[in-house]
């Protein structure tokens, strides 16, 4: 038998270079998989079309899997979604680490409605400045078909707005549809009354248009206050975050200045934190009554 005439050890050495060739083979291909994938998942094109006054860009495209509330979904990846921009009523809260049963006035119906438009079919994603929230569900806005799910939401009354910049793309836009649904009673404003701050205690995770005189405002190294009594751990207070100020400068308005002594109705969810408050992210979200 003929023996071959490459020695042994170059034989060796040859052997493990196409090994080598391989394995790096196997490892660029499932660098360029993954790539691939995830550039595909966040890419978004620059292309608009009209709708209602906003803008939607042509976005990637996800699948809803299931509907859990009125402004949140989860995509077919099992990835939460958050709806930017708005606040619908709660179904659920959270208590013992765990997620009961405990829906407030209009949250089913909320969640119905959105489920209605989003749930099974295909939507088109858009983001802001921030990707994601502190519980890392990702924050965008929604588009089915030629439909801006946020901006229904808000236009037929089955939620508020939640301005929180820097995600405030589209803030003025939801301010108007929130007030035209206000004005027109549409959905939950058709039940919700106008309270006083001195009650709004009495309807925390709620929404509600509260009204009331600024009797002083005040501030910390993160957001201003507007207080409607001087108990600042009982009285109604609405909060601005200070990375907001710059909306309100836009318009000639100092937040403590401006506001002390006027009586001013403000609507939204509202929430305990140091006594009752609602979180306003611009100007045209506290309205001046005298």
């Known amino acids: 038998m003929k023996r071959s005439s490459i020695p042994k050890d170059r034989r060796r050495s040859n052997y493990s270079l196409l090994i080598k060739f391989v394995l790096a083979l196997i490892i660029l291909g499932v660098a360029i998989f993954y790539l691939n994938r995830y550039q595909a998942k966040n890419s978004a094109n620059t292309g608009r079309d009209k709708h209602d006054g906003v803008t939607p860009p042509v976005s990637s495209e996800f699948r809803v899997s299931r509907v859990i509330d009125g402004d949140t979904i989860v995509l077919s990846d099992g990835?939460?979604?958050?709806?930017?921009?708005i606040d619908a009523p709660e179904t659920h809260v959270?208590?013992?680490?765990?997620w009961i049963d405990a829906p407030k006035p209009f949250g089913p119906e909320a969640a119905e409605f959105n489920r209605r438009m989003v749930e099974g079919k295909i939507v088109r994603l858009e983001y802001d400045v921030e990707r994601y929230d502190k519980y890392n569900r990702t924050l965008a806005y929604i588009y089915v078909d030629d439909k801006f799910v946020n901006a229904e939401l808000l236009k037929e009354g089955y939620a508020c707005v939640f301005n929180k910049s820097p995600n405030v793309k589209y803030?003025?836009?939801?301010v108007?549809?929130?007030?035209?649904?206000?004005?027109?009673?549409?959905?939950?404003?058709?039940?919700?009354?106008?309270?006083?701050a001195a009650d709004a205690a009495d309807y925390i995770d709620q929404v509600r248009l509260v009204s009331g005189k600024v009797v002083g405002t005040g501030?910390?190294?993160?957001?201003?206050?507007?207080?409607?009594?001087?108990d600042k751990d009982r009285d109604f207070t609405v909060v601005i975050y200070k990375d907001a100020l710059k909306y309100f400068k836009q318009k000639g308005i100092d937040p403590l200045n401006f506001y002390t002594?006027?009586?001013?109705?403000?609507s939204g969810r509202i929430h305990a934190h140091n006594g009752p408050q609602i979180i306003v992210g611009g100007p045209n979200e506290v309205d001046v009554i005298e």
């Open 171 to 174: 803030a003025d836009e939801f």
């Open 79 to 85: 990835e939460h979604v958050r709806y930017l921009g």
């Open 219 to 230: 501030a910390s190294s993160k957001m201003i206050f507007l207080n409607f009594g001087f």
């Open 94 to 98: 959270l208590r013992d680490g765990h």
């Open 176 to 196: 108007n549809l929130q007030r035209e649904a206000r004005l027109a009673r549409r959905g939950m404003w058709g039940a919700v009354e106008k309270i006083t």
């Open 261 to 266: 002594g006027k009586t001013v109705e403000v």
